[in-house]
């Protein structure tokens, strides 16, 4: 029987990742489908988005999007992930881009062994201490470690604009009763969550399977975000209070959404988390061109007790002694 419609296209046919849109935003708009073009219309008109191009399409508060759209952009090997406004909250997501589960596989056996776990763990820290030898620290060490340096961090950025800090100290149910750069801080954290959690589901990773945190669905959006903290959301929010905002909240996700804006943490988001999952090491590059032809290989194959892949779609009855 022959489907109607436009064929989708061949999985050689599609672009690589690395050749991608890494993302893109729309808000306030109806996303439909033309031919193989993604289209967008609002009042101002209707915009094409080539399909193919597609990493991640965000899609951010009154947006409306068709049956036939979300077909085009499966078919296509990209994902859609449900967003706050400008990308800042993270609500949910479609296929991620990678067809291979080679980072969620690496992931769960890594968080399944004590010594694999305690290497990523310290790969972790590493990064936020770059020059330092963590290798032979325990993880109580890394933690003080680590404590010491977000203490050393706001009292810089304290110093820097002129905001009195004593300590954190929030209460999850009551934004409003800690003082301005402390409710500046959990707006700000909150984005990072939201755009790291965007990141994870899209490349293919678990959220939940952490290694600093653990416990909880988001212990790797925590561990991921963890890395990113003194260079935007700690900045962000002692400007935030020190240009005394009336509005903390919305003044804060938009501040976040400007520093990011760019792309440029998306991108090294991606990276990091590739560096940690795929090798022993999170110093230098990764083989990109590698990790892309893994990740568009749509074919499913068999495990086996000896350590062998083997190509499914086979009747290996003929092969065996019962």
């Not at 009195?164 to 209460?171: A, G, I, K, P, V």
């Not at 988001?218 to 903290?229: E, G, N, P, T, W």
């Not at 959404?257 to 991606?270: F, P, T």
């Amino acid at each position: 029987m022959k489907v109607p419609g436009v064929p989708p296209a061949e999985l050689p046919d599609l672009n690589r990742a690395q050749d991608r849109i890494s993302f893109v935003y729309l808000e306030r708009c109806v996303i439909h489908r033309d031919s193989n073009a993604i289209t967008a219309t609002d009042e101002k008109g209707i915009v094409h988005i080539p399909a193919a191009t597609l990493g991640v399409l965000m899609l951010g508060p009154g947006t409306s999007i068709t049956q036939q759209a979300m077909m085009l952009i499966a078919d296509n090997g990209a994902t859609v992930v449900r967003v706050g406004e400008h990308g800042v909250r993270y609500y949910a997501h479609g296929r991620p881009l990678a067809r291979s589960s080679r980072l969620l596989v690496a992931q769960a056996a890594a968080v399944s062994h004590r010594d694999r776990r305690l290497r990523v763990a310290r790969a972790m820290y590493r990064m936020r201490f770059p020059g330092e030898d963590t290798t032979n620290l325990t993880m109580q060490q890394l933690r003080g470690k680590e404590g010491a340096r977000v203490r050393r961090c706001y009292r810089e950025n304290a110093q820097r604009t002129g905001v009195s800090w004593n300590s954190r100290e929030y209460d999850p149910d009551d934004f409003t009763g800690s003082d301005p750069v402390n409710q500046a801080l959990s707006a700000a954290h909150a984005c990072l969550y939201g755009i790291v959690h965007a990141v994870v589901v899209a490349v293919g990773a678990s959220p939940g399977l952490g290694f600093v945190h653990t416990g909880h669905d988001r212990s790797f959006v925590y561990d991921i975000a963890d890395l990113y903290k003194a260079d935007v959301t700690i900045p962000v929010a002692f400007d935030i209070a020190a240009a005394e905002s009336t509005d903390i909240g919305a003044d804060t996700r938009r501040a976040v959404r400007d520093r990011v804006h760019n792309g440029a943490l998306l991108g090294r988001c991606v990276q990091d988390i590739r560096r940690l999952l795929l090798t022993d090491s999170a110093a230098g590059p990764i083989n990109e061109e590698e990790f892309d032809e893994e990740a568009d290989n749509d074919a499913v194959r068999l495990w086996d007790e000896g350590g062998l892949e083997l190509a499914g779609g086979r009747n290996y009855g003929g092969y065996v002694d019962f």
